[in-house]
């Protein structure tokens, strides 16, 4: 379920971010759902190169997943 949240952020598409997000609302609370879309963005960030995003990541530890 997350890999569709991922393609969907991955090609910027808010349709199929939210109805990935509507699909995993069937499975997770509103803590899993917030910790799925963290760790989509920051695995797009890293993957993609994206240094804005991987820095911020970087400097919010907060927020990183445990997905590494």
């Known amino acids: 379920m997350t890999d569709a949240l991922i393609r969907a952020i991955r090609a910027r598409n808010l349709d199929q ?10 499975y997770m609370n509103n803590e899993g759902i917030k910790a799925a879309i963290i760790a989509a963005v ?13 820095k911020w990541l970087l400097h919010h530890p907060q927020h990183l997943s445990r997905h590494q």
Do not use: C, K, N, V
Request: proline content about 0%; overall charge negative; cysteine-free.
């Open 42 to 54: 920051e695995h797009l960030a890293w993957e993609e190169g994206d240094r804005s995003a991987a």
């Open 17 to 26: 971010a939210s109805h990935a997000i509507a699909r995993l609302q069937r």
